[in-house]
T-cell receptor
């Protein structure tokens, strides 16, 4: 079964607004990652947050991690049309598994 | 320079045919992966190789056979293609065991008619 599940499945906002996407997972993790996928392209890594971290920033991106709730959020501030993409969270799954498990993604649309 | 490249970008073929997809990475990574992304955008790992050794082989039909001639290349051969094989196939690479940052290729869009 999927490890990470994003919420909402789709989000449409106006340019300049903030966008928040959530990810829930089921088992203990070492790290959680967020990736972006533009239409017709491969995934691009955005941020990795380790299980002992609670918050991480990168430019207009802010990621939080709550291991007690097994959830993470990705906040994009001051959104731009170029942020239109699908956003995926990925976890390193069950203990010992040498792989990432991806959720189904949140489709973000930024309206000009 | 392209970090992870795949060929071909598009592949349209008839049911029953055999086809191959090639992947190369110039990042010096020691682990490479094949993923399948279906029409609902669900991305699922198929195989991973570390230094030419098969590490992960998920529940994939044995019509799919990966081959890693060296740690910079990972190819995927598919025999007897079926309609359900239509998807986007992504190659990726990383350092280490697969829990760290992965770098993805542009994808190969396979359509089986």
């Amino acid at each position: 079964s999927q490890q990470g599940e994003e919420d909402p499945q789709a989000l449409s906002i106006q340019e300049g607004e903030n966008a928040t996407m959530n990810c829930s997972y089921k088992t203990s993790i070492n790290n959680l990652q967020w990736y972006r996928q533009n239409s017709g392209r491969g995934l691009v890594h955005l941020i990795l947050i380790r299980s002992n971290e609670r918050e991480k920033h990168s430019g207009r991106l802010r990621v939080t991690l709550d291991t007690s709730k097994k959830s993470s959020s990705l906040l994009i501030t001051a959104s731009r049309a170029a942020d239109t993409a699908s956003y995926f969270c990925a976890t390193d799954g069950a203990q010992g598994a040498q792989k990432l498990v991806f959720g189904q993604g949140t489709r973000l649309t930024i309206n000009p | 320079d392209t970090a992870v490249s795949q060929t071909p970008k598009y592949l349209v073929t008839q049911m029953g045919n055999d086809k191959s997809i090639k992947c190369e990475q110039n990042l010096g990574h020691d682990t490479m992966y094949w993923y399948k992304q279906d029409s609902k955008k669900f991305l699922k790992i198929m195989f991973s190789y570390n230094n030419k050794e098969l590490i992960i082989n998920e529940t994939v039909p044995n019509r799919f056979s990966p081959k890693s001639p060296d740690k910079a290349h990972l190819n995927l051969h598919i025999n007897s293609l079926e309609l359900g094989d239509s998807a986007v196939y992504f190659c990726a690479s990383s350092y280490g065991t697969g829990k760290e940052t992965q770098y993805f290729g542009p994808g190969t869009r396979l359509l089986v008619l």
